[in-house]
């Protein structure tokens, strides 16, 4: 059972417009939160971060909200560019457990000029 | 500065046969990870190592090896390749502090036939 779900596996948004990716989470025991970027033939790259103690954390264009007793986090970018289209994991790890992360399935993002 | 560096980049294997995949950090960090990323699934954490000379399962160790004889090395070994390690395989090493992200090399695309 995945204890980290992204149940969009795609989004298309026009360039310009805010995307928002969706995350769930069902391990009561996670307490930070990343979001990770890859493109095709590269490695994910870290993004955004949240720790439990937060309920929002912005970073330029991206902003991650964190509802604990929902146990959902989102990731938000405005204004979108064509170059942000690639795939977003969600990831969650456990504190002092040596920084293992338990990634999601991952959302397609796809930006249009 | 390289980063993380994965070889080899791309690998068909017939049933049975073995190898080892190598991971190379110069970023001095204690801690390297293995994951597999499959369809739909995201990444999953095969082996991981808190410092030289240590290694630990993740959450689907069953046919792989590991092995941290230096810092800066994480090696990944198939002792004999099932069709089901069809996968592209992420190495990935951390700081050793709390929350510390984790850099990701590019990736090792193996196809088991």
């Known amino acids: 059972d995945q204890q980290v779900k992204q149940n969009s596996p795609s989004l298309s948004v026009q360039e310009g417009r805010i995307s928002i990716l969706n995350c769930d989470y069902t391990?009561?025991?996670?307490?930070?939160f990343l979001w990770y970027k890859k493109y095709p033939a590269e490695g994910p790259t870290f993004l955004i971060s949240?720790?439990?103690?937060?309920d929002k954390n912005e970073d330029g264009r991206f902003t991650v909200f964190l509802n604990k007793s929902a146990k959902h986090l989102s990731l938000h970018i405005v204004p979108s560019q064509p170059g942000d289209s690639a795939v977003y994991f969600c990831?969650?790890?456990?504190?002092?457990?040596?920084?293992?992360?338990?990634f999601g399935g991952g959302t397609r993002l796809m930006v249009k000029p | 500065n390289a980063g993380v560096t994965q070889t080899p980049k791309f690998r068909v294997l017939k049933t049975g046969q073995s190898m080892t995949l190598l991971c190379a950090q110069d970023?001095?960090?204690?801690?390297m990870y293995w994951y597999r990323q499959d369809p739909g699934m995201g990444l999953r954490l095969i082996h991981y190592?808190?410092?030289?000379?240590?290694?630990a399962k993740g959450e689907v160790p069953d046919g792989y090896n590991v092995s941290r004889l230096k810092k800066q090395n994480f090696l990944l070994g198939l002792e004999s390749a099932a069709p089901s390690q069809t996968s592209v395989y992420f190495c990935?090493?951390?700081?050793?502090?709390?929350?510390?992200?984790?850099?990701f090399g590019n990736g090792t695309r193996l196809t088991v036939t």
């Open positions: 949240i720790s439990s103690i937060k």
């Open positions: 970023m001095n960090h204690e801690y």
């Open positions: 391990n009561s025991m996670f307490d930070y």
């Open positions: 990831a969650a790890s456990v504190d002092n457990a040596g920084n293992m992360l338990t």
């Open positions: 990935a090493s951390s700081y050793s502090q709390a929350n510390s992200p984790l850099h």
């Open positions: 190592s808190v410092g030289e000379g240590t290694t």
